[in-house]
Nanobody, 115 residues
Framework: QVQLVESGGGLVQAGGSLRLSCAAS????????WGWYRQPPGKQRELVAF???????NYADSVKGRFTISRDNAKNTVYLQMNSLKPADTAVYLC?????????WGQGTQVTVSS
């Protein structure tokens, strides 16, 4: 089993920055891929950013140039640096980790961007 814990969310003004972290613990062999998702109020969950084992990344068009995903394999942790935040970025942000072909989810962290 793998447990994921997100941190770093909060309230920020438009144009500000936040850095989210997601740490994995448990019986970990190797995290193959990480993803950050978000779920705005009343909307479906969407993929924000993805990073695979080789370090290749992919981003939703809405966050390209503003968000950066990175990983620290030694710490089994993934980060999401969010800059130039907009009110439309307000959502619960959840991380997902793929370990031994199985996906795991964290509980989520709230990000609120005020105008």
């Amino acid at each position: 089993q793998v447990q994921l814990v997100e941190s770093g969310g909060g309230l920020v003004q438009a144009g500000g920055s936040l850095r989210l972290s997601c740490a994995a613990s448990g019986s970990i062999f190797s995290i193959n891929a990480w993803g950050w998702y978000r779920q705005p109020p009343g909307k479906q969950r969407e993929l924000v950013a993805f990073i695979d084992n080789g370090g290749s990344t992919n981003y939703a068009d809405s966050v390209k140039g503003r968000f950066t995903i990175s990983r620290d394999n030694a710490k089994n942790t993934v980060y999401l640096q969010m800059n130039s935040l907009k009110p439309a970025d307000t959502a619960v942000y959840l991380c997902n980790a793929v370990h031994l072909l199985r996906g795991y989810w964290g509980q989520g962290t709230q990000v609120t961007v005020s105008s």
